[in-house]
């Protein structure tokens, strides 16, 4: 069974993607001007050879940031695989040059790009007003096997494919296209009892984007609106007016289903929403209002606004906040405009130097009430009405050259005394090792109303033939202390990560871990190939 299984996942993953041919390759380098706790901005003389989604490489030759946006002469990159980068570093992108092909020139990408920050501290969005329509295409596929083995268990496999499409400009027109889709598929026991789907397709992201001129978009099917991000994915038609640096949007559609999240048509939303870009040498923000009314069956479900602002101070400090109201209480048919705070989130990270950096967040959240969904318990969820509250410190420091550490605390609180959490994590990584590659060493405590965990992790990881194979070794101990009767244990777990980079367009990687409780050996193993595609067209 096992044989079989493994025989049919390779032959899945293989019909899901192909290796490209290489051409000569070629290097380009840049210099890092700017660093976050999670993303890296870098300035080349020219970009129109790097896509999105392609990797660059540190000064250590780690392929560790991923291209997310860029402009015509730098790109933001997203930090993976503990990636450890400074300003003014040196960093190389390899591409293969095809001679064939004529690459296009800066000029000829007239771009006014306008960058905001909203990842847990900052995301950053690339406002383009083009009056010169580029096509610009990427795309990535993935297909994945996770599989369990137990002696005393039953075996479980999993198929996953991903695909996502981002299609500026299709053909230099003003039509854009861009989508996420995720199947999943459950490879059970024949004899199993279980009740569960064997498989899932979910739709993430499906839109379409229409450029009416430079200032005019409007954009219709399931799509998040980064701006107004607390009402998740819209199914519908948004539009959206630049005035300058400020904007105004429309949204109307409908929720996705809360059970399977598809399309539901009595789940109706509308709502708008005005803003404003600041983008000054020391000063870069953007700050959205908006207001939304959420129904069901034609009632009101809920009726709110939110306000969210991200900004970057000197590019030393960086502030993301979000704010919800909800507007609307309907208890026993009594309708009330009663004002309550279901959602407050403060972050800040201020950036001492290339070597020290710190960061402070507060978030307050209640339980989101539809009063329509849930009219029946109503009361006892008003009752109920406690915010959940957190707080979170992280510290990063490089005392020297190689060597990167941090340390962070968390913790969480209810006026109930329900739910609290404290966690306490740290880290020391050593980058350049006698015998090269990297060590990493991480704890983590975390005490709650019912179990105190303690993990330890140690992980050494080296890069082979220009990079192009990544190696991780890893062993982690675990124990926990119920506060219950359950007896307290330990699991040990080892495992080992090996990924190969054929070119920038098609990686295979394969992980195993062994994991032991008492008695008991699990096997986990997975697979992954992944296939990235793009595409540039000049403009004629």
């Known amino acids: 069974m096992r044989y079989k299984f493994y025989f049919i996942s390779i032959l899945y993953m293989v019909l899901s993607g192909s290796a490209l041919a290489q051409d000569n390759l070629q290097t380009i380098i840049g210099k890092v001007t700017f660093v976050t706790s999670k993303n890296a901005y870098v300035k080349f003389d020219n970009t129109t050879v790097i896509k999105i989604g392609d990797t660059l490489q540190a000064p250590n030759k780690q392929k560790c940031l991923v291209v997310t946006n860029k402009s015509s002469n730098s790109v933001v990159c997203l930090k993976i695989n503990d990636c450890q980068v400074n300003k003014d570093d040196k960093i190389s992108y390899v591409y293969e040059f095809e001679t064939t092909n004529k690459v296009l020139e800066t000029e000829e990408i007239q771009e006014n790009i306008g960058i905001s920050f909203n990842d847990s501290i900052q995301a950053i969005e690339d406002t383009s007003k083009k009056t010169n329509y580029v096509e610009e295409i990427t795309g990535r596929l993935s297909a994945a096997s996770y599989s369990n083995f137990s002696k005393i268990r039953d075996d479980n496999h999993r198929l996953m494919t991903r695909f996502s499409l981002e299609a500026n400009h299709i053909n230099n027109s003003r039509v854009s296209v861009e989508t996420y889709l995720n199947y999943r598929q459950n490879i059970y026991p024949k004899d199993t009892t279980r009740n569960l789907n064997n498989s899932d397709l979910n739709v993430y992201n499906l839109a379409v984007k229409y450029d009416v001129d430079s200032t005019l978009s409007i954009t219709a099917g399931r799509k998040i609106n980064y701006k107004i991000s607390s009402l998740g994915a819209i199914d519908g038609l948004q539009a959206e007016k630049f005035f300058g640096n400020s904007y105004v ?50 009632e009101i479900d809920r009726r709110f606004t939110y306000l969210q602002h991200s900004s970057t101070i000197f590019k030393k400090l960086n502030v ?27 972050s800040g990270r ?24 849930y009219e029946t318990d109503i009361e006892q969820l008003l009752d109920e009405d406690i915010a959940r509250q957190g707080l979170r410190a992280r510290l990063n420091i490089k005392p020297f050259k190689y060597v990167f550490t941090g340390f962070s605390y968390s913790k969480r ?18 980058s350049k090792l006698p015998i090269d590659g990297r060590l990493s060493l991480t704890y983590n405590s975390n005490a709650s109303n019912y179990l105190k965990s303690n993990i330890v992790s140690l ?35 080892l495992g080992a990560y090996l990924s190969y980079y054929i070119d920038r367009s098609f990686t295979i990687s394969f992980s195993g871990e ?27």
């Open 350 to 373: 201020y950036r001492f130097n290339s070597k020290l950096n710190v960061a402070l967040s507060y978030d307050s959240r209640k339980r989101i009430i539809y009063y329509k969904t």
């Open 459 to 493: 992980r050494y990881s080296r890069e082979f033939w220009d990079s192009r194979l990544s190696t991780d070794i890893y062993y982690r101990f675990v124990n926990y202390k119920y506060e219950t009767n359950v007896p307290d244990f330990n699991q040990h777990y």
């Open 413 to 430: 609180f209810q006026s109930d005394s329900q739910n609290k959490s404290d966690n306490m994590y740290g880290y020391v990584s050593f």
């Open 320 to 346: 993301f906040s979000t704010l919800e109201v909800d507007l609307y209480n309907k208890v026993n048919d009594s309708v009330k405009d009663n004002l309550r705070i279901t959602n407050l989130y403060v």
């Open 514 to 540: 062994v994991s032991k409780y008492n008695d008991e050996t699990n096997y986990r193993v997975n697979t992954q190939i992944i296939k990235r595609f793009f595409r540039s067209r000049k403009k004629k």
């Open 249 to 298: 949007g429309v949204l109307a559609g409908f929720r996705p289903d809360i059970y399977d999240y598809g399309l539901n048509t009595n789940l109706l939303q509308y709502g708008g929403y005005v803003g404003q870009l600041t983008d000054h040498e020391n000063f870069r923000s953007q700050t959205t209002l908006g207001f939304a009314e959420q129904k069901n069956n034609n």
